[in-house]
């Protein structure tokens, strides 16, 4: 059964602080890593992962995938109140022509001014 | 930018009554997916659709669940019986062509009394 667990599960911070959320997983058929942010409803994409050690990066948000020891990382530098949400991992999975997400539980980060 | 859009945001209804969640996805995608959350849980994968059929489903998608897509926009889920356990946020994402990011709506939070 793929699995992806992220940590920490929640996470307070200061208004320009930088933080790092983690994610490892375990997938038979690896497609690609995705990260996403959920406010108060869908989740909305930030970076898709598909090679080890290239840097995605969208203003102060970056992303990096390990496929050999099967983790990656999201960081948030000069973090900002509307930071503040649950960040989700996700892996693709696809079999044959299938192609679906296992999420992670989330973590959580409170970014207080 | 084109969004996936789902009708309505809040659904009550009672235990054994069917319903029909609405989504009209994202014009130019080709693959549709049904997840659920039960609060304060992961965002779980219910079924995938792709060339007017099912082309995954999991577990959780027994045979009180079916999807539709009855005319080229919108894409349905019914719940024949619902459940006290049914009740979760459910969100509908598509997907351009495989390996593009899926876009989730906003979801329907469907409550089972």
């Known amino acids: 059964e793929d699995k992806v667990v992220q940590s920490p599960l929640s996470l307070v911070v200061h208004e320009g602080d930088t933080v790092t959320l983690n994610c490892s997983y375990e997938?038979?058929?690896?497609?690609?890593l995705l990260w996403y942010k959920q406010e108060k409803k869908a989740p909305t994409f930030l970076f898709m992962l598909?090679?080890?050690?290239i840097e995605k990066k969208s203003g102060r948000l970056s992303s990096i995938l390990d496929k050999k020891e099967l983790f990656s990382i999201l960081n948030i530098t000069a973090t900002q109140t509307g930071d503040s949400a649950i960040y989700l991992c996700?892996?693709?999975?696809?079999?044959?022509?299938?192609?679906?997400?296992?999420f992670g539980k989330g973590t959580l980060l409170t970014v207080n001014p | 930018e084109p969004e996936v859009t789902q009708t309505p945001s809040h659904q009550v209804t009672q235990m054994g009554q069917e319903v029909i969640l609405r989504c009209v996805p994202i014009?130019?995608?080709?693959?549709f997916y049904w997840y659920r959350q039960i609060l304060g849980q992961k965002v779980e994968f219910l079924v995938s659709?792709?060339?007017?059929?099912?082309?995954?489903k999991s577990e959780i998608f027994d045979d009180q669940f079916s999807v539709e897509r009855p005319d080229g926009s919108n894409f349905t889920l019914k719940i024949r019986s619902t459940k006290l356990e049914d009740s979760a946020m459910y969100f509908c994402?598509?997907?351009?062509?495989?390996?593009?990011?899926?876009?989730f709506g906003n979801g329907t939070r469907l409550t089972v009394t």
């Open positions: 996700a892996v693709a999975d696809s079999g044959g022509s299938n192609y679906k997400l296992t």
């Open positions: 997938v038979t058929n690896f497609r690609s």
């Open positions: 598909t090679s080890s050690g």
């Open positions: 014009s130019n995608h080709l693959y």
């Open positions: 659709f792709y060339n007017n059929e099912i082309s995954e």
């Open positions: 994402a598509s997907m351009m062509q495989g390996h593009s990011p899926l876009h």
